[in-house]
């Protein structure tokens, strides 16, 4: 009846014995490769950009700015910055990069964030590529067992998001500083700080254990007309969670590049007033 | 003998729409063992289309409703016609059935004091549909699915079994109901997926198949709606009554043709949305007639007030009853007001703005951009008559849905006749499923266990003409040795779409006595033509034999139609003869009724004069002197007959 | 209006086997995929096996994989094609296959059971229910649900492993426990029952790893993820996940 009947393959997933009997993996036509290579290529980018830099132990200072990705700054070898976010909880035992220490928090964030679970997923683990192409492995467990379990303490890195994202702020307001600590100027850094810690906050309050955290849990929303307006206002925020987790991810690392800059002195800081 | 699967049950309902799926509730809650047997995918049945709500008056949003006012309403919406105490039931019970639905999970739009909401539709007098969006036949459909789901748990923590006493056999047909004697004693049905025969053995079966819309061309019913119930109740010899009266909705869509026919919503002219020809006219306020007069606004400012202040001013003629608009749409295309694609267009686009438009029509919204991609925030709908409802159906007793002449088979739903009278009203179509779904669950159980030892047993006669009845179209191979015209088989869906236009342009929604003629010659021949239609391949899921043998009902319903529809000579309701143009005061209380002429079986008639159907005129039970003094003299003498009044 | 002839492949076949046909058509303007199908049984297939029934999107019927992608026939405008293309329709690639486009969906019916119904809570008689429109928002955005199963298909949990199928409810009804989860009358808990709980624990909340795919092949556009799996995931973790309670009890087990 049908022009070359296919032998079944029987080889599991779509090509289990009692389903139709197809050979490909997938009939999809359009371009499906094209975002998850895309989040691929972007998330490897940053990686590769940030261990340079977070090993680098150097170049992250330079007055008023301090790079987010050593803010705050933990262990005794920090370069001393004057009013900035340095407390020595580590002592002097610490002997590599203090970048390390605090930026577990942000990584732990993210890398447990439910946008950016999809996003490696299926752009590292293929678990699926896209929809309905068939993934490579042959067994699947999800997040039912150790480690990805572990995902389920998304809420407990999204509160110290917040106390991270709370001393970016001030880093924030530091950089309304001149380099000698006088108040009440502004450079482009300044500009570059803003947007970033805007970004980083719209990216915390969207998260999705926020949303429950505000109101989500909740059974009566009308009896909790406050929690209520506030779990609908991140829900409006939530809904742009992808674009905000990729726009403060760039906008973190353009905030590092551009202390790197001055701190390196490739570039100096055009001042405002 | 043939190999058949066979199953003993208590009651077997046969259609899991909202009437079947509420009688199989009723029916198991009152301790039957009860299946349901379905065309489809169990929860897909026609009633997810529903879109405005269900009539009710539990009066939340305006305190004045009560089950008169609904009563009233839906009689003048029939003119008259109603069986009444169907009327009587269905209004006094309606609040009870959508309430009951709440306790079942259903999750109804909501007033600002946490009641159920309710929007205004056509012919309501006041706001009185519960509705979800403009999706509420899925809510209702789902809601008793899952009370269903939730029967079955229960069963199966008692007895450990989903199914012991209540099961759904989905995608499977019947085609005949089998007797012992006069009375029922099951059914005789096909798989669809694998072929395979079965007979469900039951002394009470419940029919609530739905429509018969697959029999006109433009039509907003899909496949199922073949008259399978309509035909089946024939067949057993219960009779159908005032099957000339078939609703055509006014608004269709008619662009592009692959959605022509699909529903616009009632309730986008109840929020607000109006009907313009090509000149740019609200042309509705010419087509009110008298018997509506002070009802309805007579200027523009006077209807759109309305929308804000219904307390003092009169509803736009956008809201009369169905048939007024259809006909109206009907008569502007045919003057040469139309839109471009031959209908006449609906507009919220200037009259609201986008966002509550999506809010409020959410899935109307969606259906246009996504079908006709037509943003309706931005520009009017076209929209024109298509085939919605057939108000006849099987003939029942108003208090148990019992059929007449057949112990043991009830029938509620579209499929049952006399509810709506002439004419049916938005959102009395969802409360009737449920009204009276539930007295044919109850009555057919309360029959059944009645029987207790002595169930009718089956004749296995019957069961072996049914099998070679529904085998033919596979050996329907042109003509027999001796008779050569040599032509090849029918293919089913020629013949069916043969049928569609038929009925559509000889008994659509003008009728005239020589096209009703002409139609019932053509159905003659196209019933010769049918009995040769021939399918290709074997038992299993295949759509040319379903549809082959589908042929049969759809055809013995569209002669009762035309049948019917040539005998009343006069307009009422769902019924416009042009011939015969006004509604007549004698015609009010006759009944019309369908019986199949040889009843012993014998389909093979195909004499085009005589055909399988005969006619007879019954006179209607006077209405109840209690239930008439809701009316105003003056509204009465436009219906009723002199002598009738001093009754 | 013009119309042209389109190509298709469409697969044919059942449980022992089969493959695609090609099939050449008349297609027109405004037409959808089903209305090709459709004019295939009336002019060259007759016995082609399809399911559908209100053509309008709203009865989940007629659901497929066209050009590999899991949609409604229904509502693919063929417009959205160019008349080069070829047109691969194939039956859902997630569930036995009984006859060319129509599969067994019997595992959603069976999920359908496997998840406890609505409590009707023990004080309130009919009519006597009051919910307010924002409480009920949530559940029902859920309710919109056509059952259309394309999210069942897609997922990959079951899609790619049907070994998963025993422990997974999939999307679909996930959502349902997320609906009842949210329904502001439901008494499930005043019966012992926790949907919290059993969301993980007995209806596999945790094979999912959110990476989407039903949301974007939902008809109704309802955020399946966002606004049922990722919420009832944290209400999961409310009961489970909390690591001092986790501890604690590791800790005690550990001792006795």
Known sequence: MATGTEPHLNSGGVRTGTRAAIDAPHLRTDRWWLAPAATAAGLLAFIVYSTWRAFANADYYSAPYVSPFYSPCLAENCKNMPSGPNADLFGSWWAISPAIIILIFPLGFRLTCYYYRKAYYRGFWASPPACAVAEPHKKYSGETRFPLILQNIHRYFF????????VLTYDTVLSFRDTDENWGHMGLGTVVFLINIVLIWAYTISCHSCRHIVGGKLKHFSKHPVRYQAWKFVGKLNARHMLLAWASLVSVAVADFYVYLLASGAFDDPRFF | MSVVDRQEWDVVVVGAGGAGLRAAIEARERGARTAVICKSLFGKAHTVMAEGGIAAAMANVNEHDNWQVHFRDTMRGGKFLNQWRMAELHAQEAPQRVWELETWGALFDRTKDG????????????????????RTGLELIRTLQQKIVSLQQEDKKETGDYESRLKVFQECTVTRILKDGSRVSGVFAYERETGRFMVLEAPSVVIATGGIGKSFKVTSNSWEYTGDGHALALLAGAPLLNMEFVQFHPTGMVWPPSVKGILVTESVRGDGGVLRNSEDKRFMFDYIPDVFKEKYAESEEEADRWYEDPENNRRPPELLPRDEVARAINAEVKAGRGSPHGGVFLDVSTRMPAEIIKRRLPSMYHQFKELADVDITAEAMEVGPTCHYVMGGIAVDSDSAAARGVPGLFAAGEVAGGMHGSNRLGGNSLSD????????????AEYATGLSGARPPVDEVQIDTAAAEALRPFSAEGPAPGEDDGRPPENPYTVHQELQQTMNDLVGIIRREGEMEQALEKLADLRVRARRAGVEGHRQFNPGWHLALDLR????????????????????????????????????NINLLCRLTDPTGGLAATDPVRGQITLTRETTDPIRADLLALFDKEELVKYLAEEELYE | MSSYKARFKVWR???????????????NDGEVVLDIIHRLQATQAPDLAVRWNCKAGKCGSCSAEINGRPRLMCMTRMSVFTREETITVTPLRAFPVVRDLVTDVGFNYTKARQVPAFVPPAELGPGEYRMMQEDVDRSQEFRKCIECFLCQDTCHVVRDHEENKPAFAGPRFLMRVAELDMHPLDAASDNGLDRKKTAQDEHGLGYCNITKCCTEVCPEGIKITDNALIPLKERAVDRKYDPLVWLGSKIRRRSS
């Not at chain 2, 909401?117 to 519960?130: D, I, T």
């Not at chain 3, 076949?13 to 297609?27: A, C, N, Q, R």
């Open chain 2, 115 to 134: 009641k159920i909401s309710q929007r205004n539709f056509g012919g309501h007098e006041y706001p009185r549909l519960a509705h979800v969006g403009d």
């Open chain 3, 13 to 27: 076949g059942d449980v022992e086997g089969g493959g695609l046909k090609d099939f050449e058509v008349e297609v």
């Open chain 2, 433 to 444: 499923l449920l009204v009276f779904g539930r007295r044919a669950g109850w009555h057919a």
């Open chain 1, 159 to 166: 509160y110290a998001a917040i106390l991270v994202a709370a």
């Open chain 2, 553 to 588: 009902n759809m055809l013995l319903v569209s002669e009762c139609v035309a049948r019917a529809a040539l005998e009343r000579t006069e307009s009422r309701g769902g019924h416009t003869r042009e011939d015969h143009p006004t509604m007549e005061r004698k015609w009010r």
